[in-house]
């Protein structure tokens, strides 16, 4: 679906808004965007989880002639095998059993446009080589389809892992890593552009105030103070997060420490005098659960996944522990 031009100037304005800069190094990074949006040039972009690999993406878009056409993002992660075809290529009607009728794939639906490969790393070995010869010419046959389709359309991909360890143990392509990184761009973490977190949670602020239709409140100097001295695991989404918390549950017209969910301060606590070992272990337990729920945005299965516990065991020490959100 085509976008008109003045809906693509909004959206256009609303990206470059919304994306806080506020210093040097995120301002470098959006004049080399201004450089290469405008050119058919595969990017890749890297960064922690949560430092704004997507908003970027999108923008880089949105200022790309193809800003009138779709941006589509696909999660690498999640499919293998012939659903990962399916998911990018689509299928006949009847090329297997349940395909009641025809499906474009990723690729056909971003033509002309911008296809986004999210979690790039994530891309199963077993569908790397299939993947970089469609990337070659955009050629490639729906599942169960005879005709060659073609589509021209504009690679981003990005990814959290540092793809070049990952070539040395054989679980990404090397040849992939140059098609598909022609334009490198990282995003630094949080904790390494804290100036720009004050204005980020202003920001934060005025977009929530939009969206839950509540006067937005001040916010005192200690708690950017806070804020100013936390390591952020979960960048830019973690600060999104706590400020979302915060502003639906308070209800005075100023946010100080006092505000901030127990499970935050906890980060501030002093460490225990005693060296009792069950107490360290339930300190240290306590302290990577509430990090990984938080950089998660308290999403127990996949925190569970990044802790290598089951969540039967997440939730069997969220309870031991006297963890809940607050
Ligand atoms: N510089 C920024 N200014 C304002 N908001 C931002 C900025 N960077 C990221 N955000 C916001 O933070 C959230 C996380 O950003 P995004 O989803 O783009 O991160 P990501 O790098 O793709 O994360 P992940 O690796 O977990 O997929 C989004 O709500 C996004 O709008
Ligand atoms: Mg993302």
Redesign the pocket.
Known sequence: MKLQSSNIKFLRDAAIQ????ECSS?HSIMKAVNQVAGFDVNVL?T???????????KIIHLLSPRAVNPFVPVNCGVLSGMMFEDKLFGHEKGAFTGAIRRKKGCFEMAHQGTLFL??ISELPVENQVDFLRVLEDFRFRRIGGEKQIRVMIRLIS?T?KNLKSLIKVDSFREDLFYRIQVVPIH?PPLRKRRE?IPK?VD??LNQMAAKYKKPKPSVTSELINIFLRYDWPG???E??NIIERVFIVNDKNVISPSSLPSDFLWHFQEPPQMMDLAQVRKTAETKAILEVLNRTGWDKEKAARILNISPRTLRYKLLKFNIKIS
Do not use: P
């Open positions: 919304e994306f806080v800069l995120m972009i960064g922690e989880s949560g430092t704004g690999k997507e908003l970027l993406a999210d979690e990005a959290n995003l720009a980020m920001q934060f960048n830019v989404r600060l999104k």
